[in-house]
């Protein structure tokens, strides 16, 4: 029911996923963790997880599988960043394994579930614990990462680094019109598993060998207005839409993701968002280790 293979993970293990209509249009996007050899763990946006339960519901019909909304069970703190490792293990007192983007341990003694996990493709860890311990857990965070200039972020800033990340979100670069494809996330797709909800669309765009249009960087000359829905003209004709947009600290220029027609989405190739010019920009605009400090 979701267009990647978890079937195959280890307990310990956990990959990304969309979940699709019929049409292979994207209802959600997931990260799905397998908790041991019968569970599974799913990480969703918020407004979609309702969709998702509805999606897997609709689709059980002789296994015996129960679905439970932990929303309200779990908090999650996120450390990001190259001294996230040194803040968890002083945070917590655990000095974590190697582990793979997406592998994930419990922690019995403190009853933890870890996470290498990032919003912004930056090095990271997800903290998953009782909300009546989110509190304490935050403030010992910011104490022991007060040498190494830890500080806390909010949305707006999240943004900001997901976006010079090239990655898309749900609500905001993907919805109930888009394409897996389309996203350039491959890696939440198996061509090799069994049958699930809109695989014949995803594969019959495999084999045909592209889709129409794509998600690519756009960047614009210093701060300017790139609101979700402006046009993108190559040529006076349009040829795409901005759906994400933020003023970039480390280019010192606004930047934007967008979807644009496969024949216009070169890197290099001038256009106009709205009335002000711009250039298609490779993904992603800046890889942590490039960003500004």
Known sequence: MVTNDIKGLEAGQGNYNFVLDTHGHILADARIFRLDAESYLIDSEPQRIEIIRQALDHHIISDVVELEDWSARLACLALEGPCAREVLRETIGFDPPHMHPLDHLYLDDLSTRLIRASVCGADGYWILVSPDRAAALWQKALEVGTNVG????????????????????????????????????????????????????????????????????????????????????????????????????????????????????????????????????????????????
């Open 150 to 293: 830890l500080r806390p972020v909010g949305f707006e800033a999240l943004e900001i680094h997901r976006i010079e990340a090239g990655l898309p979100r749900y609500g905001a670069d993907m919805d109930t019109k888009t394409l897996p494809q389309e996203t350039g996330q491959l890696q939440a797709i198996s061509f090799t598993k069994g049958c699930y909800i809109g695989q014949e669309v995803v594969e019959r765009i495999r084999s045909r060998g592209h889709v129409n249009r794509q998600l690519v960087g756009l960047l614009l000359e210093g701060r300017q207005e790139a609101p979700r829905d402006a046009m993108i003209l190559a040529g006076g004709n349009p040829v795409g839409t901005i759906t994400s947009a933020a003023y970039s600290y480390g280019l010192r220029r606004t930047i934007a993701l967008g979807y644009m027609r496969r024949e216009s989405v070169e890197p290099g190739k001038s256009v106009l968002v709205g009335s002000f010019p711009a250039e298609v920009s490779a993904l992603p605009f800046l890889t942590p280790s490039r960003s500004a400090k």
